[in-house]
């Protein structure tokens, strides 16, 4: 069963745009951790937001973690037709031996 | 190119026959973990090695399938008499062991077809 949700299932913007995916979760977490995945790379991580913090920034991207709501949201500011890929978000609960619980993902597709 | 590498890339074979799939971590990373990903769906877990231990398996991993990681080295994914729902990519990761879970790094995945 996957542990988290993440919302839309697809987008598609235009270059240059914004582009903002959610993730929510079921159960408490050590950390939370977004990955991507295309078909030439593979799934390469992104960002990981640990449970006491509430914000990332990696480059042009932006995590916000909200534990109170089990929710997470992922942006990319500036998009790019190279972003264009799935997201997925993944969750590690602390007694679980780091392994990820991920959600079925976000398509996003970036035209120019 | 010192990333996760995995072996076959594709592989397509006949119901019920056996296949294996190996999976060589990044050097001195000691934890290792299999994932299944479908069609459409984000990856499963299936299993985790530290070092040479299997310390937990999912409950997706049935008894026809059976991992090893017999030097804490490289690890194997063995898959018996196959069905067509084993249909799937089969993805390795690997992360060095620290005090805190962090990032895995994946490797490019085993995709298998079940005719």
């Known amino acids: 069963s996957q542990q988290g949700e993440e919302d839309p299932q697809a987008l598609s913007i235009q270059e240059g745009e914004n582009a903002t995916m959610n993730c929510s979760y079921k159960?408490?977490?050590?950390?939370l951790q977004w990955y991507r995945q295309n078909s030439g790379r593979g799934l390469v991580h992104l960002i990981l937001?640990?449970?006491?913090?509430r914000e990332k920034h990696s480059g042009r991207l932006r995590v916000t973690l909200d534990t109170s709501k089990k929710s997470s949201s992922l942006l990319i500011t500036a998009s790019r037709a190279a972003d264009t890929a799935s997201y997925f978000c993944a969750t590690v609960t602390t007694d679980s031996w780091g392994k990820l619980q991920f959600g079925a993902g976000t398509q996003v597709v970036v035209t120019p | 190119d010192t990333g996760v590498s995995q072996n076959p890339r594709h592989k397509i074979t006949k119901r019920g026959q056996n296949v294996t799939f190996r999976c060589d971590p990044i050097s001195e990373h000691n934890r290792l973990y299999w994932y299944r990903q479908t069609l459409g769906q984000g990856p499963e877990f299936l299993t985790y090695f530290q070092n040479e231990a299997q310390l937990e398996k999912s409950r997706l991993l049935s008894d026809r399938f059976s991992a090893e990681r017999p030097k804490g080295s490289f690890s194997t994914l063995e898959i018996q008499r196959t069905e067509q729902g084993d249909s799937a990519m089969y993805l390795c990761?690997?992360?060095?062991?620290?005090?805190?879970?962090?990032?895995?790094?994946f490797g490019p995945g085993t995709r298998l077809t079940v005719l």
């Open positions: 159960t408490s977490i050590n950390n």
């Open positions: 990761a690997s992360s060095p062991r620290q005090l805190s879970y962090n990032e895995q790094f």
């Open positions: 937001i640990r449970s006491n913090e």
